[in-house]
């Protein structure tokens, strides 16, 4: 069966860096985007970045940009998005999700997320 899994959140002060990870099993990694989708508390989804099936196109939202950078490993089916920069604003929950099809498209499987928590 399809899964993703996360890991590497935990408590950070602002400023500090997180690489947080996306394993995936059950299908066929390299024919699928992978997006991270983050949950602040009280709000609403919100989509953080895309990674094309083979790691050659890479999309950020406009608050993502230039901090957070995605990427894959093929070899190990897994999907890294490393934080820069992070400030209190970034803290949520993290997940990752597979593109249902095309990368811009809905996701039909996620993650069952990983906690981010910026404070001094």
């Known amino acids: 069966q399809v899964q993703l899994v996360e890991s590497g959140g935990g408590l950070v002060q602002p400023g500090g860096s997180l690489r947080l990870s996306c394993a995936a099993s059950?299908?066929?990694?390299?024919?699928?985007?992978i997006k991270w989708v983050r949950q602040a508390p009280g709000k609403g989804l919100e989509w953080v970045s895309t990674?094309?099936?083979?790691?050659?196109?890479?999309y950020y939202a406009d608050f993502a940009s230039g901090r957070f950078k995605i990427s894959r490993d093929s070899a190990k089916n897994t999907v890294y998005l490393q934080l820069n920069s992070l400030s209190p604003e970034d803290t949520a929950v993290y997940y990752c999700?597979?593109?249902?099809?095309?990368?811009?498209?809905?996701?039909?499987?996620w993650g069952q997320g990983t906690q981010v928590t910026v404070s001094s």
């Open positions: 999700a597979r593109s249902a099809s095309i990368c811009q498209g809905g996701n039909d499987y």
């Open positions: 059950g299908f066929t990694f390299s024919n699928f985007c």
């Open positions: 990674i094309s099936e083979g790691g050659g196109s890479a």
